[in-house]
């Protein structure tokens, strides 16, 4: 049974920092790969995809890499800004559209 | 704008009682899901639909039930036989069921047990 883990469960860090979230699973037999963002109250919103054929995906000041072989995903957040401040979720998908998610890093920016 | 709409967003229960939560789409997926999201956790699948008139149980389906008789609509009922149903419920729809379709949230509906 697939399980995924994020490390560390929070964090904080001056704003203007470059910053990496951790995501691990531990089958490699994935299709996907996404991260989502998750302000406090609310739905989650998709911030990237990464299908199980690609290393990378970016979009504006975010890159999501994905290493199938060691079971890592990262998320690398550049010149932060207190409001990507939120909850970020990884998920796999081994088949079907069936989500496995981690308990999340709750990141906060200090102005 | 084409959305996920839950309803309501805030909701609280007396022991024994089965509760309906709503959740509407206008994306025109075939594909919808209903998740359970405790504090500090993660989302655990409860139900999900492919097509309308079908559903499947998640990993945590005891004490719950859902239809789809229409394709924007997929409500959720937490019935009494569910033992601790205190928690965040997020509705999500995508495309179709192909792993490759990015997928929606609801805002989420706030269930507490009083």
């Known amino acids: 049974k697939q399980e995924v883990t994020q490390i560390p469960a929070a964090l904080s860090v001056p704003e203007g920092e470059n910053l990496v979230l951790n995501c691990s699973f531990t089958?490699?037999?994935?299709?996907?790969l996404q991260w989502f963002r998750q302000d406090p109250g609310k739905g989650l919103t998709s911030l990237l995809l990464?299908?199980?054929?690609?290393r990378e995906q970016t979009s504006g000041r975010l890159n999501a890499s994905l290493d199938k072989s060691s079971g890592r995903s990262t998320l690398y957040i550049a010149a932060s800004q207190p409001g990507d401040s939120a909850t970020y979720l990884c998920?796999?998908?081994?088949?079907?559209?069936?989500?496995?998610f981690g308990q999340g890093t709750r990141l906060t920016i200090n102005p | 704008d084409g959305g996920i709409t839950q309803s309501p967003k805030y909701l609280f229960r007396k022991e024994g009682q089965n509760v309906t939560l709503s959740c509407e789409q206008n994306?025109?997926?075939?594909?919808m899901y209903w998740y359970r999201q405790d504090p500090g956790q993660g989302l655990r699948l409860i139900y999900y639909?492919?097509?309308?008139?079908?559903?499947q149980k998640g990993d945590i389906a005891e004490g719950y039930s859902v239809s789809r008789e229409k394709k924007e609509s997929f409500p959720l009922t937490v019935t009494s036989a569910q033992k601790n149903p205190t928690a965040f419920y997020l509705c999500?729809?995508?495309?179709?069921?192909?792993?490759?379709?990015?997928?929606?949230f609801g805002e989420g509906s706030w269930l507490t047990v009083v």
């Open positions: 990464i299908q199980s054929s690609q």
């Open positions: 639909s492919q097509i309308v008139n079908d559903f």
């Open positions: 998920a796999s998908t081994q088949g079907a559209q069936k989500l496995v």
């Open positions: 999500a729809s995508s495309p179709s069921m192909s792993s490759g379709n990015t997928i929606y």
């Open positions: 089958d490699s037999a994935i299709y996907n």
């Open positions: 994306l025109n997926h075939d594909a």
